[in-house]
C-alpha cells in the first residue's frame, strides 16, 4: 500500500461521518453536556479550597498565581486530551468493530479514507466542544482572561487534531479494545500528571523536565495557560511549532496505519 | 451491451492463500447469479472484490464498464450491498438507519424520507420506524437491511447470504420482494449455501471451490447434465446389492454407508431396483442442485 495516496483518496464527503457520530451525541445531549459543565465545578472545589488552602502561591514565568488559577487552565489542556482521545480510541473501536458502522458506510459512495477523516475531525470536534464548555464554567469563577481566553479555542482545535489523531494511532493498532489500557498507562496517564498541567515543570528535576518538553500536553498546556492567564512563555512560537508538526505527522500516520486495519 | 458485472482473471491472495483464482464471470444486466460453494471457496471474496471493499491482487472487475479500482465511488453509486453480517447503525432507529445511510448516497432529505417509507412498507417494517435496532428479531433486520441497500436505488444488487438463519417466513418474503427487483429490472448478484434457494431465485449459478469457478450454467440444465432426472438413495445395503449396481455402469457415489444413484432417463433405476431387490428400503427423489454441488464438491464436510 502507498503511503501517499490515501491523502487524496479524503474527499468533502467525510464530513458525512462526522455528521452521523454528531447525531448520535445529539440524540442524548444532556448526559453528554454533563461532565464537561460539572467537572470544572469538582475541580475547583477540589483544587481550590482543597489543596489550594494548602498551597499559597504558584511562581509561573516570573508571574505569581493563586494555586487555583494556576490550575484551571491545565484542567482545559486536560480536557482538550482526554476528549480528542478518549473518542478516536473507545468509541472509534466500538463503532469499527462491534457495531460495524465502517463495513456499513463502506457500502456507500464514501471510501475507507472518508471514515477516517470523519472519525479523526470528530474526535477534535469533541475535544473543542468539551474544553469550550470548561472554559465558560471556569470563567464564571474568575479564571479566565478574556478575550485573550478565545485563543483556547484555536488551541484546542490543533490539540483536539493531534490527540484525535494519536487516538487513532492507538486504535489502528490495538487488536483488542482491552489493550488500550496499556497506552493510557504508559503515556496518558503519565502525560496527564507530568505535562505542567497541576505544577509548572521547571519544578521537575531537569531531565524529567527535558523529558516533559517532548510530550505534546506541555506545548498545549503552556498555550492554554498563555491564553487563561495573559502570561504567555517568551518560547511560545515553538510550542505552536511543535504542535502543528506532531499534528501533521500523526494524522498522517493515523491515516495510513487505520487504512491498513481496515482494509484487507 | 455492457453487463452489470464482469470479472477476468479475477485473483485475491491473502499471503500465501490464494482465496479466489483467476476466475471469469459475467452477470447479465436484468440477470440474477448465484455464487455457491462450501464455507471457504472464495464467495464472500469475489462479491467484496465486486463491491470495492477488498483489494483485487490481480486480474479486473468492471460493474457497468467501470473498473471497481479506478472508479469505486462511481461503482459504489450503482450498488446496493446486504452484507452477511448485521450491520446496522444500533445507536439510531429503524427510519433513521436509513436516513443516515440516503446521506452518504447524497439523497437530499425529503426524497430520502420519502423512499425511506417506501422502502419499509415494502420490507413490511412501516410500523418499527419509530423502534429501536436492538428490539428487531434476526428476520426484521434482515428486511431492515434490504430496505436499506434499496435506498439508493441501485442497479446491481450484491447480497451475502441473504437468508441465512433465518425462518421460513422471514425467507418468503426475502425471495418474494427480491424476484419483484428483479422484475423492475435490477440486476442482483448473491451468495447462497441453500442450492434451493439458488433454484428459487438464479437465472444462473456458479459452482466455487477452492477459490475456482467449478462449473457455471442454468439451475435446471446444471442438474439435467450432471446429475440426470432422479437419485435413488440406499441405506443398509450389501455387496450383492453394490455389485448389481456396479455392472449395470449406474453412476453413484457413497457416503457414510449411504449410495446416491443417479438416474439419467427418468425412473428406470428406481424400477430396476424394486425388481431386483424388492425389500430393500429406498428413497427415490427428484435430482436437485444440491446433488449437483456435492457431486462436483464432494460430500465430505469442508472447514
Not at chain 1, 5 to 10: A, G, S, V
Not at chain 1, 131 to 139: F, K, N, P, Q, Y
Not at chain 2, 232 to 252: C, G, M, P
Amino acid at each position: 500500500m502507498s503511503w501517499v495516496t490515501p491523502l487524496f483518496n479524503i474527499s468533502w464527503r467525510s464530513i458525512k461521518v462526522w455528521q452521523r457520530d454528531a447525531e448520535v451525541l445529539w440524540a442524548t445531549w444532556f448526559l453528554n453536556l454533563l461532565p464537561p459543565l460539572l467537572e470544572p465545578i469538582l475541580y475547583v472545589l477540589a483544587f481550590g479550597f482543597g489543596i489550594g488552602s494548602l498551597i499559597h502561591e504558584v511562581h509561573y514565568l516570573g508571574k505569581e498565581f493563586s494555586y487555583l488559577s494556576f490550575m484551571a487552565p491545565g484542567v482545559v489542556s486536560v480536557a482538550i486530551m482526554f476528549w480528542a482521545f478518549f473518542e478516536t480510541t473507545y468509541s472509534s473501536f466500538v463503532r469499527m468493530y462491534y457495531q460495524k458502522t465502517f463495513d456499513a458506510i463502506l457500502a456507500t459512495p464514501l471510501l475507507v479514507e472518508d471514515v477516517i477523516a470523519g472519525e479523526w475531525l470528530w474526535g477534535a470536534s469533541k475535544a473543542v466542544m468539551a474544553s469550550g464548555i470548561m472554559l465558560v464554567m471556569l470563567s464564571l469563577f474568575g479564571l479566565v482572561n478574556w478575550p485573550e481566553g478565545l485563543w483556547v479555542v484555536a488551541i484546542s482545535i490543533v490539540g483536539g487534531l493531534l490527540f484525535s489523531a494519536i487516538g487513532l494511532i492507538t486504535t489502528a493498532l490495538c487488536p483488542r479494545i482491552e489493550m488500550f489500557n496499556l497506552p493510557i498507562f504508559l503515556v496518558i496517564f503519565p502525560m496527564f500528571l507530568f505535562s505542567g498541567t497541576f505544577f509548572p515543570i521547571n519544578v521537575l528535576p531537569t531531565l524529567a523536565e527535558k523529558v516533559a518538553y517532548l510530550l505534546p500536553l506541555t506545548h498545549i498546556s503552556f498555550l492554554v495557560r498563555g491564553a487563561c492567564l495573559s502570561t504567555w512563555p517568551s518560547f511560545w512560537i515553538l510550542n505552536v511549532s511543535y504542535l502543528v508538526v506532531t499534528t501533521l505527522i500523526a494524522s498522517w500516520l493515523a491515516l495510513v496505519l487505520m487504512k491498513r486495519r481496515l482494509v484487507k | 451491451m455492457v453487463p452489470a458485472v464482469r470479472g477476468q482473471k479475477l485473483t485475491k491472495k491473502f499471503g500465501k492463500l490464494v482465496a479466489v483464482d483467476h476466475i471469469d464471470f459475467v452477470v447479465g444486466k436484468g440477470e440474477c447469479v448465484g455464487f455457491l460453494g462450501p464455507n471457504g471457496a472464495g464467495k464472500t471474496t469475489t462479491i467484496r472484490m465486486v463491491c470495492c471493499y477488498t483489494p483485487i491482487t490481480e486480474g479486473e472487475v468492471k460493474v457497468f464498464g467501470l473498473d471497481v479500482k479506478t472508479n469505486p465511488r462511481d461503482v459504489k453509486a450503482k450498488l446496493g450491498i446486504c452484507p452477511q453480517e448485521d450491520n446496522l447503525d444500533p445507536d439510531f432507529t429503524v427510519l433513521k438507519n436509513l436516513l443516515v445511510f440516503a446521506r452518504y448516497f447524497n439523497v437530499s432529505s425529503d426524497v430520502a424520507k420519502q423512499r425511506a417509507e417506501e422502502l419499509l412498507e415494502f420490507v413490511q417494517l412501516k410500523d418499527k420506524a419509530r423502534e429501536d435496532i436492538r428490539n428487531l428479531s434476526g428476520g426484521m433486520k434482515r428486511r431492515l437491511i434490504l430496505a436499506r441497500s434499496l435506498i439508493n436505488n441501485p442497479e446491481l444488487l450484491v447480497l451475502d447470504e441473504p437468508t441465512t438463519g433465518l425462518d421460513p417466513q422471514a425467507r418468503q418474503l426475502i425471495w418474494q420482494r427480491l424476484r419483484q427487483l428483479k422484475r423492475e429490472g435490477v440486476s442482483v448478484l448473491l451468495t447462497t449455501h441453500y442450492m434451493e434457494e439458488a433454484t428459487q431465485l438464479c437465472d444462473r449459478v456458479i459452482l466455487m471451490d477452492h477459490g475456482k469457478i467449478l462449473l457455471q450454467g442454468v439451475p435446471k440444465e446444471l442438474i439435467a447434465k450432471e446429475i440426470g432426472k432422479e437419485v435413488v438413495e440406499l441405506w443398509n445395503f450389501d455387496s450383492e446389492t453394490l455389485q448389481a449396481i456396479k455392472d449395470r455402469h449406474w453412476t453413484y457415489e457413497e457416503l457414510e454407508g449411504r449410495l446416491y444413484i443417479y438416474d439419467r432417463g427418468g425412473d428406470e433405476v428406481s424400477k430396476e431396483i424394486s425388481k431386483l431387490f424388492p425389500n430393500l428400503e429406498r428413497l427415490s427423489r427428484p435430482a436437485t442442485l444440491e446433488d449437483v454441488f456435492l457431486a462436483r464438491a464432494g460430500r465430505s464436510l469442508k472447514e
